[in-house]
């Protein structure tokens, strides 16, 4: 049984530190703070529009074995507020993002964001948790704020680096 504490350890240390260490690539990359800001603007803005969304008018279920919470009002929310977070970043954020990446980039990070947070829900359910955490009461732990910057990390980062050269 403890090789099992151990494999889940090691797992979820492997786990964060190889999504989120796409963040430092992110920066290396021209207009790297841009990126940054631009990919926790997106993610952010789209998770506090499914969550309220979700809670308010939330009635048909998203994924009811993995997130029974999550509604699927919410993920129209979030995918809508992604996007309107991205083609909002051009004028405010990030000066030089073309119409183009802003478009695919809201879309891109509306759905990958979503996953990432169901993702993360599966992988507590198998290990027989509702929580990661309680350093940040009510919010189900440190990993359920970071959960879709863990899966957009790479997303951006990919697109930015060979996504944009097929449109290009």
């Known amino acids: 049984m403890r090789w099992q504490r151990v494999a889940v350890t090691l797992l979820a240390v492997c786990y964060v530190n190889w999504l989120l260490g796409h963040t430092i690539l992110l920066r290396a990359l021209p207009d790297g703070l841009h990126w940054i800001l631009l990919l926790v603007w997106i993610t952010w803005l789209g998770e506090t529009a499914a969550y309220a969304v979700g809670s308010l008018i939330g009635r048909h279920k998203l994924a009811p074995g993995i997130s029974p919470g999550k509604t699927v009002e919410g993920a129209v929310a979030q995918l809508a507020a992604s996007l309107c977070a991205a083609l909002t970043a051009g004028a405010w954020l990030f000066p030089g993002l073309p119409f183009r990446d802003a478009l695919v980039i809201g879309i891109l990070l509306g759905v990958v964001g979503q996953i990432g947070d169901l993702v993360e829900s599966a992988l507590k359910r198998s290990v027989g948790t509702k929580d990661t955490g309680q350093v940040i009461p ?25 996504g944009r050269a097929l449109h290009a």
């Open 138 to 162: 009510g919010h189900g732990g440190i990993l359920d704020r970071i959960d879709g910057l863990l899966f957009n990390a790479p997303a951006l980062f990919y697109y930015v680096t060979y």
